[in-house]
């Protein structure tokens, strides 16, 4: 199986601006998690989608949103980008057929660089 | 609330050597404890898990942890380490129920030869 794939991998971006990014989960897994990758802050949970609905939140602001289509494809938006945005941004898929004993899967991510 | 603390930000040691990386947890509910390898420019991928049982649990590339219930820790140990073990180690828990994982700060693991 393909694992989980994100685009783009690098990303540059102004202040103010706002970023789509993307993630393509395993074939038939039907939960997708975004974390946020910071020196400063480490990962740090953002959301999960299942079933094209938000199940978990994390603690940030309304900038950042997401959702989930009919497919599994995830997309994570954060708009009105700021400098403390620029991290390493995780996607991660499981199957969640039995809550939080599943392995989730990491793709590479991408990299958000603001300026 | 959850949370969980790896003590040690770098851990450097010499090939072959013996490494434990240690990680301790905070939690008010009942929580799974998992292992995930990052290497340079990657994701993060699953050392070991564990979810019930044995509380010695063995991963992948020669990996083991043990779960403490009573000093609420798993920290992870090899007998002997290689090069392309250099990499950073995170710690994670996610609550039962709940696809919400909490990761530790990491700790980077450099293997000298």
């Known amino acids: 199986k393909a694992g989980v794939t994100q685009t783009p991998r690098y990303l540059i971006k102004t202040r103010g601006q706002q970023v789509t990014l993307s993630c393509s989960p395993i074939s038939g897994h039907r939960s997708v998690s975004w974390y946020q990758q910071t020196p400063g802050q480490g990962l740090q949970f953002l959301f999960e989608?299942?079933?094209?609905?938000?199940?978990n939140k994390g603690n940030f602001p309304g900038r950042f949103s997401g959702r989930q289509f009919s497919n599994s494809r995830s997309e994570m938006n954060v708009s009105t980008l700021e400098l403390g945005d620029s991290a390493l941004y995780l996607c991660a898929s499981s199957p969640r057929t039995s809550g939080g004993k599943e392995t989730q899967y990491f793709g590479p991510g991408t990299r958000l660089l603001v300026l | 609330a959850q949370s969980v603390t790896q003590l040690d930000s770098q851990v450097p040691v010499f090939e072959e050597a013996p490494v434990e990386l240690r990680c301790n947890y905070s939690s008010s509910v009942s929580v799974y404890l998992f292992w995930y390898v990052q290497y340079p420019n990657q994701g993060l991928q699953l050392l070991l898990k564990y979810l019930s049982g044995s509380t010695l649990v063995k991963g992948i590339n020669g990996f083991e942890a043990e779960f403490n219930k009573s000093q609420t820790s798993f920290h992870l140990r090899k007998p002997s380490v290689h090069i392309s073990d250099t990499a950073e180690y995170f710690c994670?828990?996610?609550?039962?129920?709940?696809?919400?994982?909490?990761f530790g700060s990491g700790t980077k693991l450099n293997v000298k030869p």
């Open positions: 989608y299942f079933s094209e609905t938000q199940r």
């Open positions: 994670a828990v996610t609550p039962y129920n709940f696809n919400k994982f909490y």
